[in-house]
């Protein structure tokens, strides 16, 4: 096994990922614990660090820690200020948040990314740099699209983020299953979202087809009472049309003042990057959409924290 070069560690929300990396941001062991920054455990942060990799700093004295995600938000270990838009590798490099941590050990944190609209990410800017390290190609113009709670959709150019959206749509999904009426007859059937793909094509295909979700949303109870739509399959439709909404306010036209929309067409690359389950559902939401087909990449957080210790000179010679 080559020997350590970097500690990296993608620290969100809810869990907290770790990993040791080797030459060339080989990952030579991962760990994980649901210590997110609002589920850490008795005795906080420097707990939760000590815990996934305190072996790992004790035995290689020196080795650089860096971390993304929201342990550098303000309710975060310590705050890494946002860098503004356009922003990439070098701006995530000079914004980075250094402090020490005990026993000589510093962490650098990413800081997150603004745009003036204004809208925020923190985590997915690391995963963008990783993105782009991995496939170079994708820095003249992309559009990287990455599901999940708030989805993000971001405009790549010039190998950097030019600007990008936020859509709550994994959100709205939990809000609606758990506290409106349209999450009861799927609860009520104990049955889980995701088993149905009728369902879930069905509801992608009523925004496809009349448009905005938000006089559609009824729908998800009304086909269940009239018999039309089994209380077990209401879920996958509800995500449907939640997934639906997303692409038609996110996805360009076809045709635009009657020019060929270039990503609509195939001319700007689209990227799909995320947990491999939601990552599947929004391809067929695509697939139905008529959008160019899109690139599937994984684990990009780990090859983005690589990239960003390297070109701020925290990586030790070999």
């Not at 745009?115 to 170079?136: F, I």
């Not at 758990?178 to 009728?198: E, F, K, Y």
Request: with cysteine; aromatic share 6%.
């Amino acid at each position: 096994m080559s020997p350590a070069r970097l500690v990296a560690l993608d620290w969100g929300t809810s869990a907290l990922r770790a990993f040791l990396l080797g030459q060339g941001g080989a990952v030579l062991e991962q760990r994980a614990q649901p210590w997110g920054i609002l589920h850490l455990p008795d005795g906080g942060f420097n707990a939760a660090l000590q815990g996934i990799a305190g072996d790992w700093l004790g035995a290689m004295p020196g080795v650089p820690l860096i971390a993304c995600g929201m342990v550098g938000s303000a309710q975060g270990w310590r705050e890494a200020p946002y860098v503004p838009c356009p922003a990439g590798a070098d701006s995530l490099v000079n914004g980075l948040a250094v402090f020490d941590v005990g026993a000589g050990v510093r962490l650098h944190i990413v800081p997150g990314v603004r745009s003036p609209r204004p809208d925020v990410m923190r985590g997915e800017e690391t995963q963008v740099v990783g993105a782009l390290a991995l496939v170079p190609e994708l820095a003249a113009r992309a559009t990287l699209l990455m599901p999940g709670t708030h989805s993000k959709w971001v405009d790549l150019r010039d190998g950097g983020i030019a600007d990008f959206r936020t859509f709550m749509t994994g959100e709205l999904f939990a809000v609606l299953r758990d506290h409106s009426i349209l999450g009861r007859p799927a609860q009520a059937a104990a049955v889980p979202p995701g088993t149905s793909h009728d369902a879930f094509d069905r509801g992608v295909r009523a925004v496809l087809q009349q448009g905005s979700a938000t006089a559609l949303l009824f729908s998800a109870r009304t086909l269940v009472l009239t018999g039309q739509l089994p209380a077990e399959q209401s879920l996958d439709y509800l995500s449907g049309l939640l997934i639906g909404e997303e692409l038609r306010c996110a996805l360009p036209a076809a045709q635009v003042d009657g020019q060929t929309n270039a990503l609509a067409a195939g001319g700007t690359p689209l990227v799909l990057i995320g947990e491999d389950a939601l990552v599947a559902r929004y391809q067929r939401a695509l697939t139905i959409w008529g959008a160019a087909k899109a690139r599937l990449l994984s684990n990009t957080a780990v090859a983005g924290l690589w990239h960003i210790a390297q070109r701020a000179g925290l990586l030790h010679p070999a």
